[in-house]
């Protein structure tokens, strides 16, 4: 009998290499884990070694072979080797390459002389052996995954994956000779959550070896847990209530057989021992990366704020001067200012086209007077908030300081704003539901910017839909950025009752205290994701099933558990469910009444970024309209809390390796 033998329990882990690097294309493969008996091994320089070796070159370079399977020889008579690959039959070609190359030279490090050998990664795996191992089932070693993460409803959700799981391994073991015996299914396992399962045997395995292993595989899952997976060298199962696969890389099914499912043999007697090991590795080098790049990022950003203090010392004025710009030179590029090159009128003042003498496009921005900021002051801020680079931030290329004229000039965004799609009947259809998550990802990585990665602590205070640009690509880009210090200070006490805030998006304690904190645009992100959601402005929302404004409709349709009627209707079609289950959770976390209730922006890209972070189910949001929220506001003092802690509120995946003894 099986008998637990460790169990550890590793750190916390948070997947996070999306974070760094969205854009990457390296293709990186996740090592789980990997098997060599230090029993049997073969002497240095050996044939046996020669064969090893020029077996795993062969299976690398015809990584493109076959349909993610290859299987070879090499040598003759005892010193014969057989090897294999096999990659995950969703994964593309290149991938499955990228595997199978970094596998082979991986696994001739970790196993220098052992004569038989098998290693796992989420894409693929690869095994060799001094016996025969096509076309047998092999069990052993069988290696077990577990996410530690406990599922609530345990009856409930065991009954789905056993159903769900059952169905995959019926598909993937009767699937035709010759094609991937691969197969994935999907439950939905609460209004919420959606159980992905998979199952796979080599090809080489008959019908009823496959079935029998993947019967073995299912027997011996964890359950109770969020996710799991077995392992072993001829088949793999695997659940998750994240889609981990690339659903449209998979053929459609074939009609489920009606053939009745063949009875697992009982006992495998050809091997005695059996280990089961449990780990969630995949991401422990994601981590050691992650580390590093968080150092070196640090380094880089400390450069920085040496830079910008060195000019705050008056050292550098010849970066305040490449900023500055004449007032005659601004005056020519918008026609004098001229009607015709006005793009719109913002709460600091109007904004106008222009063109400069080399042609390029700006965006000029004439604040409106009054400010009681002096020169000096102004310049310096210019500097800094110039100095704020990201691709979901509008450039702010220079100002022009000139009497009582104070400007900002601005990098030009072509497709207008948000607002100007989002709200409109007819060019909301031109945002499909890709596209609006994507624009959401993007102000949140925005925003997440200005709040932490960069040296100042920006609190932006007026985010909203018209302070969203969109570039060619539809990228967004959030203007207006730094006014706040750009225009003199603590806007709360400033001389212009607009700069406050914009009505509809202003959190409560902002709005009723001008208390406002990363937490005050965490909530205005979140109506804004509900706008974008819903194609409906939360201040301008008519009356629908009893709720006054978008927020409250929100919540009631959360409520009743049907969130989905939130979607606006030119989405209906063509929509990732979960993406807008998860969009609607966040923005209603977002505008929850407590400050610190809310998601930092942190969490909430890394929530966009990876389907494993789990949510908190939200509280009844701040109405502001109905100014429930008066007098009991815990406030904290967030805008000036620099030194907050970075350490990840999400800790989720703890993780557990489980051993087990021999039979
Ligand atoms: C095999 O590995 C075990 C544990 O890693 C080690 O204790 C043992 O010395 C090794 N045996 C040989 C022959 O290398
Ligand atoms: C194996 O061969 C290489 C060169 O062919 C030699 O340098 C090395 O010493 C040999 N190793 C053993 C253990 O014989
Ligand atoms: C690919 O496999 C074939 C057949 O096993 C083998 O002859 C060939 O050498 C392999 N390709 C390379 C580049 O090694
Ligand atoms: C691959 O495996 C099949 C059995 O599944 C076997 O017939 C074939 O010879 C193997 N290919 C090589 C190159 O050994
Ligand atoms: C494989 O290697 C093991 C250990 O060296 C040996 O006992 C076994 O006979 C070998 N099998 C074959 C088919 O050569
Ligand atoms: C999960 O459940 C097990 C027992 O059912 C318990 O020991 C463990 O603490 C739970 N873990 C979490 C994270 O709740
Ligand atoms: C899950 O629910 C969605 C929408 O409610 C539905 O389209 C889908 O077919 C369901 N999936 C399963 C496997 O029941
Ligand atoms: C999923 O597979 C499809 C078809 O092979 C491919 O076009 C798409 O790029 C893949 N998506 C991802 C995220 O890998």
Redesign the pocket.
Known sequence: MAKFKAMIKLFPLAIVLSLLSPTAEAQQVTYLYHDCPNTTTFSRNSTYQANRDALLSSLSSNGTRGDGFY???SGRGADTVYGLFLCRGDVSTSVCQSCATFAVDDISRRCPVETTAVIWYDECLVRYSNQSI??SVAEAPAIVLANTQNITDQDRFNQQLQATMDDAATQAANATPGAKKFAIGEANFSTFQTLYTLAQCTP?LSTMDCDRCLQFAMGNLPTGVRGGRLLTPSCNVRYEIYRFYNQTAVAPPPPPPATPRTPPPGGNGRRTWQIIVAVIAPIIVAILFLFLACCLLKRRARKKSEHVQAENGGCDITTVDSLQYDFTTIETATDNFSDANKLGEGGFGEVYKGVLPNLQEIAVKRLSRGSGQGAVEFKNEVVLVAKLQHRNLVRLLGFCLEGEEKILIYEYVPNKSLDYFVYDPVKQEQLDWSRRYKIIGGIARGILYLHEDSRLRIIHRDLKASNVLLDGDMNPKISDFGMARIFGGDQTQGTTRRVVGTYGYMSPEYAMHGQFSVKSDAYSFGVLVLEIISGQKNSNFYETDGAQDLISYAWKLWKDDRPLELLNPVLRDNYSRNEVIRCIQLGLLCVQEDPADRPTMATVVLTLNSYSVTLSMPKEPAFVLHSKSEGRMPYKGLESDQSTSRSAPWSINDVSITELDPR
Do not use: L, Y
């Open positions: 299987n070879t020889t096509f076309s080489d």
